[in-house]
């Protein structure tokens, strides 16, 4: 059987029961959009990172003590667990990471693409890389929509209630993040194709 | 434009968020509107390119993971 047929459901089950090849399919399956998650919020890949641990490490616990109880939605479980730490760890030090470098170049190396051309693949990873950079430089409660949304695939009436906002709220904070992402790569757009299609 | 049509219900359509009716109010205006439409061109590409986007954490970070996960026992986790 292909390992991704394979429900998370079943591979927790098999996890509780001491199959750690069950664990490490469920990490594998979905460790980019745990991280993708906590890191678009802390914007620190060493503390993403981090982050990243600790959420695993709680989820390990949970499951091992024998108090996991959310049959077959283990992905939204744990993305809630990340997104708790990361937005606590904004609470308890009341600060805004800072962006390791100006160049980025040590954030964005973890970025990894499957295109087989380098050239592609290169073109590929600076989109990745000025993405990730527009969606830092976005306002936290912009930010956070947009994780919830495309992350931790919350619908807007979930955001809403878990933030506290109205669902026009959300949609609007949506909808602006939309709009300052699409601003910002039409400015960067024009430098960006001249750099790759040199005339 | 319809009265009752708002800049957000663009978003709760870009995002399957609407209900058939809906759906099929927007898309009437999305071929009457070209600003409308525009703007749901430039969005919906948006919010493709972020369904594409993901980062990857290291392998040593996933490897201490595995590990712990491998050294604590169902007896210990109380």
């Not at chain 1, 283990?74 to 730490?85: D, E, G, K, Q, S």
């Not at chain 2, 399957?16 to 099929?24: A, G, L, Q, S």
């Amino acid at each position: 059987m292909n390992r991704n047929e394979v429900s998370d459901k079943k591979l927790v089950s098999a996890y509780i029961k001491g199959n750690e090849e069950a664990f490490e399919l469920l990490v594998e399956r979905h460790k980019n959009r745990v991280f993708t998650t906590i890191n678009l919020i802390v914007r620190d890949n060493y503390l993403a990172e981090d982050l990243l641990q600790e959420t695993f490490i709680k989820a390990i616990k949970t499951i091992k003590s024998g108090r996991y109880n959310e049959e077959g939605k283990f992905l939204p479980w744990i993305l809630r667990i990340a997104h708790n730490l990361a937005i606590d760890y904004f609470r308890r030090d009341k600060r805004y990471p800072t962006m390791v470098l100006e160049d980025g170049s040590s954030v964005f190396n973890n970025l990894d693409f499957s295109e087989d051309s380098f050239e592609s693949m290169q073109i590929q990873k600076d989109t990745h890389a000025r993405l990730k950079q527009f969606i830092e430089e976005l306002p936290l409660v912009q930010r956070e929509v947009l994780v919830m949304r495309h992350y931790m695939n919350m619908s807007f009436k979930e955001i809403a209630e878990v933030s506290g906002v109205s669902i026009n709220t959300a949609l609007g904070r949506m909808r602006y993040a939309l709009i300052n992402l699409r601003k910002k790569i039409t400015v960067n757009q024009s430098a960006y194709d001249k750099n790759f299609y040199p005339k | 434009m319809t009265k009752t049509f708002t800049r957000n219900d663009l978003i709760r359509y870009i995002y399957n968020e609407t209900t058939e009716n809906e759906k099929k109010e927007i898309e009437r205006e999305l071929l009457l509107d070209n600003k409308l439409f525009e703007e749901y061109k430039d969005l919906a590409e948006v919010s493709m390119e972020l369904d594409r986007f993901e980062m990857i954490p290291s392998e040593k970070v996933i490897n201490k993971i595995l590990n712990f996960s491998k050294t604590i026992n169902l007896h210990s986790v109380r």
